[in-house]
């Protein structure tokens, strides 16, 4: 009875605790949209005529973004200013594509949202310029039912996206937060990847959004690490740039004990649902036995592949000339970068997604492609 009593108590302390957060929660955004709606009722009475004749300015603090809207037709600048501010975007509005453009030189915005049937200036002309001046903003063309064929031709002069007219509050801040998520993530993926050194040990527990290399391994442009025994011998796995493209492998085939292999060669094989790919060999020597519990537990070469992932103990029979076609330390990560970012081209993330394991293979594991650094 008293175990009872005790798991009701915590499900009522639990489910009160979810409420007060709730309630909470809600009176935040409520704070905040009223505060919104303040901005908005001032702020399009201020006078920025010497910037745009027409120009009506909204700024919240901590905008999400920052959008331009031009359209001749003021209802239609009255809804995007009403509709955005108050889902937290700063937003600038013009009746004239010229007005438009004078603002995209001197002001940063994420967006330009443009009419595509204008008297001065059409849609197109915007979209065009717009793109010259500046590549990094994303132009939404504003088009009516009629208009639809002509906005999609748009999208090959640059505009990212179209909009049709009329619109309602839900369906314009849902179309404009799903551009916004859009555009972080092409954002994401244009910055450097972040390449830590770091102890074998250590590298299990890099985080999935970064990538690491490990002090004291040398690296194959196949991708293959290198570790030197005590006794001379070299241990042998797969980097941590193989282990997050691939993502899972359910079979890892090893090279026989005894065997031969020559630098360049296939020495290792990894299966998985998407295909296969091949490892070619880091170094030339033999054999001396491979990882057993990889056998029994393929999971263990993406979960550690510095340590308990290891594949191969090798006696490598030319490793004083060979060595210099290795990369190591410090060095490796300018390399590494570029080979993350020709992999998020090659699978638009860079992460598992629908990765064409062929496709990487040929290009980042091909076999005799050993650059010195």
Known sequence: MTAVLILLMFVAFVGLDLLVRTILRRMRENRARMAREAVLKTSIH???????????????????????????EAVVLDSFRRILVLEG????????????????????????????????????????AVKHLRPDV????????????????TLQQGACEYVQKPFTADELGEFVKKLLIKREARIEMSRRPSVRVVSPEM???????????TGGSFLSAGHAWVRIQPEGRVRIGIDDFVRKALGTVKEVVLPERGQTV????TLFTLEGAAGTVHVAAPISGRIEHGNLDLKNAPGILIQSPYDRG???????????SELPS????????????DEIMRLRAL?????????????????FLGANDHAQV
């Open 262 to 265: 020559r630098q360049g060669e």
């Open 310 to 320: 290891w594949v191969c103990l090798m006696t490598p029979s030319d490793l004083a």
């Open 203 to 213: 590298a299990d527990g890099v985080p999935a959004s970064e990538f690491c290399v």
């Open 89 to 128: 975007f700063s937003v600038d509005t013009v009746e004239h594509g010229p007005e438009a453009l004078g603002l995209v030189q001197r002001h940063d915005y994420d967006f330009v949202f443009t009419d595509l049937k204008m008297p001065d200036m059409d849609g197109v002309e915007v979209v065009k």
């Open 46 to 72: 201020l006078d920025f005529t010497h910037e745009a004749k027409s120009l009506k300015r909204v700024e919240v603090p901590n905008p999400r973004a920052r959008i331009l809207a031009v359209d001749d």
């Open 138 to 153: 994303d132009v939404v063309v504003i088009t009516g039912y009629g208009s639809i064929e002509t906005a999609v031709e």
């Open 347 to 363: 699978n638009g993330a860079g992460t598992t997604g629908n990765l064409d394991w062929a496709a990487f293979e040929k290009q």
């Open 326 to 337: 290795l990369k190591i330390g410090k060095p490796v990560i300018d390399w590494y970068q």
